[in-house]
């Protein structure tokens, strides 16, 4: 279970019997095990319930350099399910733009993050329901899509692998219905 990416853990302790699922979370290290309670608070079919935590997200006024210094070690400390798209936020935690990996690479040295990212950057809100993700995901072509609290904080993000499991498992509930 400890090896799961974060979103994975919650799927798998909600087929479990609700004892059976405590003693295990009982037993994982205390980062694991707060990340996926906080996970599991989510209903599963919504943005909160299908989102990772593991995503990369910079301060909007780190410098290039800095920024390429906090992606180089998130594969490192675990966070590498979402390091394609690096995302700028502010003190707060609220997103304030977005960037491919490509483009921070591509990025005049010594240039501020808040001055490359996309301002524009289309997102869901964590109760949104999973058809809704699924349908942002493909009509912007996106890889993975933000997952916002109702105060613009990044939560996490939704990758579009996770969006096609959804619509499998949409499509067989409406098949066995």
């Known amino acids: ?24 979370l009982a037993e994982i290290p205390l980062e694991a095990r707060r990340e996926t309670e906080r996970l599991l608070a989510y209903e599963p079919d919504t943005a909160g319930g299908l989102m990772t935590t593991e995503f990369v997200s ?3 006024d780190f410098t290039v350099e800095r920024a390429l210094e906090v ?12 390091v394609y798209t690096v ?12 960037m491919s990996l490509r483009e921070l690479l591509a990025a005049p040295e010594g240039s501020r993050i808040a001055d490359l990212a996309w ?17 942002v995901t493909s009509e912007y072509d996106l890889v993975a899509v933000p997952v916002l ?3 613009g ?6 990758t579009v692998d996770d969006v096609i499991d959804a619509i499998v498992e949409e ?3 409406d098949v066995e219905r």
Do not use: C, F, H, K
């Open 149 to 151: 609290d109702g105060e």
């Open 153 to 158: 904080r990044l939560l996490g993000v939704v």
């Open 58 to 60: 910079i301060p909007e």
């Open 1 to 24: 279970l400890t090896q799961m990416t974060p979103d994975d853990r919650p799927d798998v302790l909600d087929d479990l019997e609700e004892a059976q699922a405590d003693a295990i």
């Open 119 to 135: 301002e524009e950057v289309v997102t869901v809100r964590v109760n949104a329901d999973r058809e809704e993700v699924a349908r």
């Open 171 to 173: 499509q067989t509930e």
């Open 87 to 98: 995302y700028a936020t502010d003190t707060s935690g609220r997103l304030r733009g977005v």
């Open 71 to 82: 992606v180089r070690t998130a594969p490192r400390t675990g966070r590498r399910e979402a």
